[in-house]
């Protein structure tokens, strides 16, 4: 592929034009011929800058992005010493959560929620379908069931078992006696029931 050197010295008269680079004349076109070409890069990284998906992609700090989030009065998150504490990847992914909510609102659910998550650093779910909201639920409980870190079963050889629950809810006997037209407990003073099938 030409470069931009080779491109000038084609427009030049053949007299200028020899088989072995001219000594003088290559260098001095070679320079301007660079300076078009980083021109031309420049150029590129300043139409990518206009988009949130490339502007400062692959930078090592943030510049171009910092200037888009001044639009929505956002900056990076720094320390005292000035220096960022988000890479530019955090806050390319932290200037698009800032925009939705507010492109969005703040007075849904989700948008405190974002607003909440934003205060405290947090990452949550973008949709309100990802949420685990409380009222659409169609059970009123929550079951969690995460793995011990610290099984011990399979070095003391003792069976593994498995046990689930229930939410907390009042206390229910059921019996096979039927109750309904009472019964005297006068006499017997212990009463042994089973919980569950167990004594």
């Given amino acids: 592929m030409p470069t931009k050197t080779d491109r ?4 030049l008269p053949h007299t200028f034009q020899s088989a072995p680079r001219a000594k003088v004349l290559y260098p001095v076109v070679d320079a301007f011929g660079n300076e078009l070409l980083l021109g031309e890069n420049s ?3 300043i139409m990518l800058s206009h988009w ?10 943030i510049n171009d ?5 001044a639009l929505y009065a956002l900056a990076p998150r720094r320390d005292e010493d000035g220096l960022d504490l988000e890479t530019v990847e955090e806050f390319r992914e932290h200037l698009k959560r800032y925009v939705r909510t507010f492109l969005e609102g ?8 974002r607003i909440t998550a934003e205060a ?5 779910a973008h949709e309100t379908e990802e949420l685990d909201r409380w009222w659409t639920r169609l059970r009123d409980e929550v079951v969690n069931v995460e793995a011990s870190l610290d099984d011990a079963t399979a070095l ?8 689930a629950g229930a939410s907390e809810r009042a206390a229910k006997v059921t019996g096979t006696v039927d109750l309904s037209g009472g019964i005297e407990l006068t006499g017997p ?6 919980v569950d099938g167990g004594g």
Avoid at 55 to 61: F, H, I, L, Q
Avoid at 156 to 163: E, M, Q, S, V, Y
């Fill in 8 to 11: 000038i010295l084609s427009y």
């Fill in 43 to 45: 150029l590129a990284e």
């Fill in 52 to 61: 949130v998906d490339f502007a400062d992609k692959n930078a090592e700090r």
């Fill in 65 to 69: 992005l910092e200037k888009l989030a």
């Fill in 106 to 113: 703040t007075v849904t659910v989700q948008g405190i929620l």
């Fill in 120 to 124: 405290l650093a947090l990452r949550i």
């Fill in 156 to 163: 003391l050889n003792f069976d593994r078992t498995f046990a």
């Fill in 189 to 194: 003073s212990v009463l042994r029931f089973k």
